[in-house]
Antibody
Framework: QLQLQESGPGLVKPSETLSLTCTVS??????????WGWIRQPPGKGLEWIGS???????YYNPSLKSRITISVDTSKNQFSLMLSSVTAADTAVFYC????????????WGQGTLVTVSS | QSALTQPASVSGSPGQSITISCTGT?????????VSWYQQHPGKAPKLMIY???NRPSGVSNRFSGSKSGNTASLTISGLQAEDEADYYC??????????FGGGTKLTVL
């Protein structure tokens, strides 16, 4: 059974960089059949796609966040990561990692989510 | 990219049917059969309910169905049950190789 688990600091100061990791278990992140993605949800608000990544390193980013985000993969650890720079209070959200089938644009498996608060 | 448009809320009584709409453009919903729907209960991660407009993942009740006409996709839930009360989100692939979500719809079972 595939499982995804987000991890990282729950509190980040304004103007700093938010860093999260998604650890994949029960499956290989290097499988050629899947993309991996990040989605966020501010408290009481809707879902926002952040970006997606293929194990080879190919990435697709939300245009509204593109200048501030980096998504990368560490196949040796079966993990992928998100970095979001220059954060403000508006970046406070629950962050989810998820898996997509290659060429098919839906999120079939999700992590439980982790809340990141931006505050001094 | 702009979020897809969903009604903020819908409601129905147990046993009834409801439909949630999701309106986009020809660059997303109307241009591709890559619309999906997610159910989210409070404090939980979203759950995939419909993918590629009409397909149900294994384990999802056949009371849930999806359709699309032009730039608007729809999720229909028949035989409403109390457990269906949740937030529902649509999403679509877009012409610039991104994914966009709808603003979400709160379903209340009366």
């Amino acid at each position: 059974q595939l499982q995804l688990q987000e991890s990282g600091p729950g509190l980040v100061k304004p103007s700093e960089t938010l860093s999260l990791t998604c650890t994949v278990s029960g499956g290989s992140i290097s499988s050629s059949s899947y993309f991996w993605g990040w989605i966020r949800q501010p408290p009481g608000k809707g879902l926002e796609w952040i970006g997606s990544l293929y194990y080879s390193g190919t990435t697709y980013y939300n245009p509204s966040l593109k200048s501030r985000i980096t998504i990368s993969v560490d196949t040796s650890k079966n993990q992928f990561s998100l970095m979001l720079s220059s954060v403000t209070a508006a970046d406070t959200a629950v962050f989810y990692c998820a898996r997509l089938l290659l060429g098919r644009y839906f999120f079939e498996y999700w992590g439980q989510g982790t809340l990141v608060t931006v505050s001094s | 990219q702009s979020a897809l448009t969903q009604p903020a809320s819908v409601s129905g009584s147990p046993g009834q049917s409801i439909t949630i709409s999701c309106t986009g453009t020809s660059s997303d919903v109307g241009g591709y059969n890559y619309v999906s729907w997610y159910q989210q209960h409070p404090g939980k991660a979203p759950k995939l309910m419909i993918y590629e407009v009409t397909n149900r993942p294994s384990g999802v009740s056949n009371r849930f169905s999806g359709s699309k006409s032009g730039n608007t996709a729809s999720l229909t839930i028949s035989g409403l049950q109390a457990e269906d009360e949740a937030d529902y989100y649509c999403s679509s692939y877009t012409s610039i190789s991104t994914v966009v979500f709808g603003g979400g719809t709160k379903l209340t079972v009366l």
